[in-house]
């Protein structure tokens, strides 16, 4: 079975961490950060050590790596059942983050719509992710080079992604609105249809 999904995609600081946590709090609606799972990983382990080096040097860390540890994790939570696949929809962000991420991921996930979160105010983006740096204590939103370096390889390893899944699934979305707007509008365009049935599973199943 493939899971339904739902994925949250732009620029560092664009919001998907927001937005994500926003989702993620409706009834059938499961949200994942990939970027958290690294950051709630044991540092001392090879893979944490990995996300280290990588992440602070504004990197995307290997796919082999990054999709291993995703899977692990979407399997505890399955077991957990903090994801209920026959109910929820899936909420991800911050993965795929390129085009063979995505092929990777093709045997696992069902996506229904990517929402594309555009900035097109670079001075925003940094700005937010240094209020993030101080207030989450965020390695790599510290420096202005790696915050350069990020938002580099977003454009040319994580916006290919787009392509990837071509117009019918990306849907744009204004992000330089307020949070509670961006919400509003990324919930619009989900399919009412398929909401209306994950509500009626949910209501059935008592949750
Ligand atoms: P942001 O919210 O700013 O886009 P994340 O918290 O998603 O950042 O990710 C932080 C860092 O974790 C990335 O810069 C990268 O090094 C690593 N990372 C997160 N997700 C992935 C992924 N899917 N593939 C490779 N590296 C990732």
Redesign the pocket.
């Known amino acids: 079975m493939r899971w339904r999904t739902i994925l949250l995609f732009?620029?560092?600081?664009?919001g998907?961490?927001t937005q994500g946590k926003i989702l993620g709090s409706i009834p059938g609606f499961c949200h994942l950060?990939?970027?958290?799972v690294?950051?709630g990983m044991d540092l001392r382990t090879q893979v944490g050590q990995a996300?280290l080096k990588?992440?602070s040097a504004?990197?995307?860390?290997?796919?082999d790596v990054?999709v291993d540890l995703?899977r692990q994790h979407m399997a505890n939570m399955v077991t957990l059942g903090k994801f209920k696949p026959e109910i929820d929809h899936l909420v991800l962000?911050?993965?795929?983050?390129?085009a063979a991420?995505a092929k990777l991921l093709e045997s696992d996930l069902q996506v229904e719509a990517l929402f594309h979160l555009v900035c097109h105010d670079r001075a925003k983006l940094e700005e937010r992710?240094k209020r993030?740096a101080l207030r989450d204590n965020r390695l790599?939103?510290a420096s202005d080079t790696v915050i350069h370096d990020?938002l580099q390889?977003?454009e040319r390893e994580t916006k290919p992604v787009l392509e990837y899944y071509g117009d019918k699934k990306v849907k744009e979305i204004d992000a330089e609105q307020f949070p509670f707007e961006v919400t509003r509008d990324i919930l619009t365009q989900v399919k009412p249809s398929k909401i209306e049935k994950t509500q009626r599973k949910l209501a059935e199943a008592g949750v």
């Open positions: 732009g620029a560092p600081g664009s998907k961490g950060s990939c970027g958290d690294f950051r996300f990588y992440s504004g990197k995307l860390v290997p796919d990054t995703w962000d911050g993965i795929p983050r390129n991420q992710l993030r790599d939103d990020r390889t977003y």
